[in-house]
């Protein structure tokens, strides 16, 4: 049974900074791509930022220079560093992962909240 469990969330001030992890178990996404989503209050989900086996990434405007995606292939994780946050960057954050880059048959995590807030 594929699991993928996020850690890290919680509450931070604006200009803060806070780090995600998503451990993958159950099945080896070591040649697939794996990424992180978030959805905000009354918002869709919407990507975040993607990572493919060999460390292409893609980011979404809005956290682009703020936000790195990092994955370890051999541990089945990948990790999410958020700097410079802001209010709007507050959303429950999932980690999805799937063995095709097309992201077919893909997996989602439970979620982890960020709140960002004074």
């Known amino acids: 049974q594929v699991q993928l469990v996020e850690s890290g969330g919680g509450l931070v001030q604006p200009g803060g900074s806070l780090s995600l992890s998503c451990a993958a178990s159950g099945n080896s996404f070591s040649r697939g791509i794996m990424g992180w989503y978030r959805q905000g209050p009354g918002n869709l989900r919407e990507l975040v930022a993607t990572i493919t086996a060999s460390s292409n990434t893609v980011y979404a405007s809005s956290v682009k220079g703020r936000f790195t995606i990092s994955r370890d292939n051999a541990k089945n994780t990948i990790d999410l560093q958020m700097n410079s946050l802001k209010p709007e960057d507050t959303a429950v954050y999932y980690c999805?992962?799937?063995?095709?880059?097309?992201?077919?048959?893909?997996?989602w995590g439970q979620g982890t909240q960020v709140t960002v807030s004074s």
């Open positions: 999805r992962a799937a063995r095709e880059i097309n992201w077919r048959n893909s997996y």
